[in-house]
């Protein structure tokens, strides 16, 4: 006599929600240990990266979920940006050490060990801001009423619901929100009804564009990247061109945060030597503006594409159209 097979569970917006809060709270709590001893600067990269995916899943399961105040949004993104100030400066760091310091003339480099030293300070500051958020209520409450959730899990009525019945009204808002983004428009003429994409713009014009339009940038850059890790929640339930848009959303991010990265180290430069970059630092400015030119380069054919309709169009029938 066999068993019969036990029937196989249904895929909910609740238990996809459940799932993935549980991923990434187990990730986020792993690296918590190896943070505070700081020894490792991969270990704050991961429990950011958790930490910000939890928010994430927070925000796009919000419907179907009843959560506790301590697990919301607006305290997980609280402890996400005190672990942030603290890797951009590592980055920042890292950047300045082992990507432009080699490149530069001895003077120049003298220079950048004066700024090194007063970034040294900041992290400091920003890594006694990490133990202290690590050790408070905020965050102590944010583990314990998130772990009494998931042992015991209350829904709202969509958390019923089946995910495949739900999943694009989920994604498309995100999708049309980064789709209608101002910033794809930047560097383009109106002509007529046809959006024209302004070619082989001399290194003057792409740093005037950064400078009159950078914050819009990063804007859709901060945009790609809550799309990215939203979509990223559901790659085990559509095919492959699904992974591919992740992937080239995932591109655009990282070549937009590439441009502002550069434009906010040469802010940051200037703070720290309280002086003109260029007069400080001459080649090392010269060597930030060429990788802002040549991100620029591999920009504009993504903004191409991204502006077509068949793109936009494809990208909106894929996330329609389940497995």
């Known amino acids: 006599m066999t068993l019969a097979s036990k029937p196989k569970q249904k895929k909910t917006l609740g238990n996809c929600a459940h799932s ?28 950011r990266v958790g930490m910000r995916r939890l928010r994430t899943t927070v925000t796009s399961f919000a419907p179907a979920l009843d959560l506790p105040k301590a697990a ?16 951009d400066l590592d980055v920042l760091k890292d950047t300045l050490e082992n990507l432009y310091q ?21 992290r400091e500051d ?8 690590l050790k408070d209520e905020r965050y102590k409450s944010l583990k314990e009423k998130l772990q009494e959730w998931l042992e015991e899990p209350t829904y709202q009525p969509l958390g019923a619901m089946a995910i495949e019945q739900v999943l694009p009204d989920l994604l498309l808002p995100e999708i049309s929100e980064f789709l209608l983004h101002p910033g794809w428009l930047i560097g383009t003429e109106l002509q ?23 914050e819009t940038l990063h804007s859709l850059r901060k945009q790609a990247k809550r799309l990215r890790y939203q979509m990223e929640l559901f790659t085990d339930i559509y095919d492959e061109p699904y ?11 990282e070549i937009l945060g590439g441009m502002q990265d550069s434009v906010v180290l040469a802010e940051w430069l200037a703070h720290a030597l309280k002086s003109d970059v260029q007069t400080q630092v001459p080649t090392l400015a010269a060597l930030l503006a060429e990788n802002r030119y040549q991100l620029w380069q591999q920009w504009q054919p993504l903004q191409e594409q991204y502006l077509k309709a068949e793109t936009r169009q494809r990208l909106h029938s894929m996330v329609l159209q389940l497995i």
């Open 243 to 253: 992974m591919t848009y992740v992937e080239e959303i995932k591109h655009i991010q």
């Open 20 to 47: 993935a809060l549980q991923k990434h709270l187990k990730k986020t709590v792993k690296w918590e240990a190896a943070v505070k001893k700081d020894k490792d600067p991969e270990a704050l990269h991961q429990m």
């Open 192 to 214: 007529e009804t046809e959006i024209v994409i302004s070619r082989n713009l001399k290194a003057a014009k792409v740093e005037q564009q950064l400078a009159e339009n950078g």
């Open 72 to 87: 919301g949004d607006k305290n997980i993104g609280k402890i996400a940006r005190c672990l942030g100030n603290l890797r």
């Open 102 to 122: 080699p490149r530069l003339p001895r003077k120049e480099q003298e220079q950048l060990d004066t700024a090194l030293d007063v970034l040294g300070k900041q």
């Open 126 to 133: 920003a890594l006694s801001n990490v133990k202290v958020t």
